[in-house]
């Protein structure tokens, strides 16, 4: 149980252009998701954390109109890039953690990641 | 603010070996303490995590944690590493327990298994 999904799981997109990036979470109720930023050979940083049908919180340094966050439903929550330019490329790992599913609320669940590059 | 130290950034062993990778914290209260590790390439897998309660947790693949909170620690071990076991490790905490459950995370420990 507890399974993130991420998708897609690598895209390569032209400078200026938008990227949607899906996390769901397969079999519970995702009442929080975060989106992490990773560098290679570095550890994850907090982008955002939102809650479902709220709007997404974001750490201090994200441009919040840059990477818009969408959770609309219990399983999914949206990362859009937008007008992607070199320095985004990076790899982009989505968390859920769930408050009404029987799982421990403070456990963060993990989805495989999407790594995007920027041309 | 809490923190968490991941002292060493590489640690190689031989296959067979005994691992220890080390963790440290910086937090007030009795923090929420958990294990990570990411293959290349993947997101992360929880191994194991600390609440409350005995402070040696064992956790998946045959990992083990201990708490230690007069030294701020909460040091991963596995008695007997095996090749499959190379990936990054990260250490994270519990940024507030009273402001959800956003987590700080370790700089990463790269473990290298010989054969």
């Known amino acids: 149980g507890a399974v993130v999904s991420q998708h897609p799981s690598r895209v390569i997109c032209k400078s200026g252009t938008s990227v949607k990036i899906e996390c769901r979470s397969l079999?519970?109720?995702?009442?929080?998701m975060f989106w992490y930023r990773q560098f290679p050979k570095q550890s994850l940083m907090l982008m955002a954390t939102?809650?479902?049908?709220?709007?997404?919180?974001?750490e201090q340094g994200v441009e919040k109109d840059k990477f818009l966050i969408n959770h609309a439903s219990l399983t999914l929550s949206t990362l859009t890039v937008t007008s992607a330019h070199p320095e985004d490329s990076s790899f982009y790992i989505c968390s859920a953690s769930s408050l009404n599913s029987g799982l421990p609320r403070e456990t963060q669940y993990f989805g495989p990641g999407t790594r995007l590059l920027v041309l | 603010a809490q923190s968490v130290t991941q002292p060493d950034i590489h640690i190689t062993v031989s296959e067979g070996a005994s691992l220890e990778l080390r963790c440290n914290y910086s937090y007030g209260a009795t923090p929420y303490l958990f294990w990570y590790v990411q293959s290349p390439g993947q997101g992360l897998q929880l191994l194991l995590k600390?609440?409350?309660?005995?402070?040696l947790v064992q956790g998946i693949k045959g990992f083990e944690a201990e708490f230690k909170r007069s030294q701020s620690s909460f040091n991963l071990r596995k008695p007997s590493v095996h090749w499959s076991d190379a990936a990054e490790y990260f250490c994270?905490?519990?940024?507030?327990?009273?402001?959800?459950?956003?987590?700080?995370f370790g700089g990463g420990t790269r473990l290298m298994v010989k054969p």
């Open positions: 600390y609440f409350s309660g005995d402070t």
């Open positions: 079999d519970f109720q995702a009442t929080t």
């Open positions: 939102s809650n479902e049908g709220s709007k997404a919180t974001y």
């Open positions: 994270a905490v519990v940024r507030d327990n009273n402001a959800g459950n956003m987590l700080t």
